[in-house]
């Protein structure tokens, strides 16, 4: 998702900064997310069903709704099919908006649905960019591609991101990054953060982010 940024964002806040963010102040409001399953399970073993806590994997793709008193209805947002990644998260801990912690709720394994947030439940009157303007209500098309009580190993975004494995990484190496993930442009303030000896590059040892335990062998880049 297009999302707004702030100064002291690190290369660790990437991937849901790009997605979704429960950086938002909400008013409390009656309306809530309105949640339809068009195909697939309605029921399942509780295994995988998704509840408070689940490690899930949601493939998604976000439109204006049709509904929504501003933006334009039916225009697309953001999609993780396009990227072929789901994105994966912890339910129930505000690491996305609040129509994604409580509306996946109850969701099987297999299951798609279209979750329909209002404002509210989603970026409120400060929006998300210039495609989500404040007040919307937005419409999800989800799928829930994995459940689990277990979280997963953390990525290492480091090794991710460094293309030309010299144990390093320039701007242009996390420019690629953002132009597959986000808007093609590093978040203001982020290099800054990351390249703390200004230097021009950002080693292991200065990179915030998901980076594994020690850094890359030589024989490894």
């Known amino acids: 998702l297009t999302h707004v ?15 979704l963010t429960s950086g938002f102040a909400m008013v409390a ?3 809530e997310t309105k949640v339809s399953v068009y195909s697939g399970p309605t029921e399942c073993a509780d295994t995988d069903k998704i509840v408070k806590g689940s ?7 976000g439109r204006i709704d049709d509904s929504s008193a501003t933006g334009e209805g039916g225009s697309e947002f953001d999609s993780s099919r396009g990227r072929g990644e789901p994105f994966g998260f912890q339910i129930g801990q505000g ?9 996946l709720i109850g969701l099987c394994m297999g299951a798609k649905a279209t979750l329909i947030i209002p404002p509210e439940e989603g970026y409120g009157e400060s929006g998300a960019g210039s495609a989500i303007p404040g007040g919307a209500t937005l419409n999800f098309d989800v799928e829930v591609m ?7 190993p953390e990525p290492n975004l480091f090794a991710e991101l460094d293309t030309d494995f010299d144990g390093k990484l320039s701007k242009e190496e996390v420019l690629v990054y953002f132009k597959k993930y986000g808007d093609g442009k590093i978040p203001d303030g982020m290099w800054e953060h990351e390249d703390k000896n200004a230097d021009g590059f950002v080693a292991w040892d200065e990179f915030s982010g998901p980076k594994g335990e ?4 030589k024989d490894e880049l």
């Open 5 to 19: 940024r702030r100064p002291t964002q690190t290369i660790r806040d990437m991937k849901l900064l790009l997605v």
């Open 29 to 31: 409001s009656g309306m």
């Open 55 to 61: 490690y899930v994997d949601i493939h998604y793709t």
């Open 95 to 103: 690491q996305v908006i609040k129509g994604w912690d409580e509306g």
């Open 146 to 152: 994995g459940v689990s009580d277990t979280a997963p």
């Open 214 to 217: 020690s850094p890359p062998e």
